[in-house]
């Protein structure tokens, strides 16, 4: 089974940074993709970003440059570093993740493209 929690959700001042972590257990196979995804209210979840187990990263347009994804294998832990936050950053944010081979899209995530999902991290952005 496989399992993700997310945490480092926090309320920050526009400009400022945040780290979130997902921790990932159950996963089998050596060939997988997570990625963060995020949804405001009233709004459709959107893909923010994802890894694949080459290594290669994929982000979407609004938050290249920003935001940075990453992962520690050794913890099975999963990583979005965001930098310059903005108010427009302010979501619920959520982990998620596939098991077998998936090339890299060359485009940001979308939500069928992955299987398992965390119960998500709020984050707040002040003006």
């Known amino acids: 089974q496989v399992n993700l929690v997310e945490s480092g959700g926090d309320s920050v001042q526009a400009g400022g940074s945040l780290t979130l972590s997902c921790s990932a257990s159950?996963?089998?196979?050596?060939?997988?993709?997570m990625g963060w995804f995020r949804q405001a209210p009233g709004k459709e979840r959107e893909g923010v970003a994802a890894?694949?187990?080459?290594?290669?990263?994929t982000y979407a347009d609004s938050v290249k440059g920003r935001f940075t994804i990453s992962e520690d294998n050794a913890k099975n832990t999963l990583y979005l570093q965001m930098d310059n936050l903005e108010p427009d950053d302010a979501a619920m944010y959520y982990c998620?993740?596939?098991?077998?081979?998936?090339?890299?899209?060359?485009?940001?995530?979308?939500?069928?493209?992955?299987?398992?999902w965390g119960q998500g991290t709020q984050v707040t952005v002040a003006p």
């Open positions: 998620a993740a596939r098991e077998g081979y998936t090339s890299n899209w060359g485009r940001a995530p979308r939500a069928n493209d992955l299987v398992y």
């Open positions: 159950g996963l089998q196979s050596t060939n997988y993709c």
């Open positions: 890894i694949f187990s080459d290594g290669s990263t």
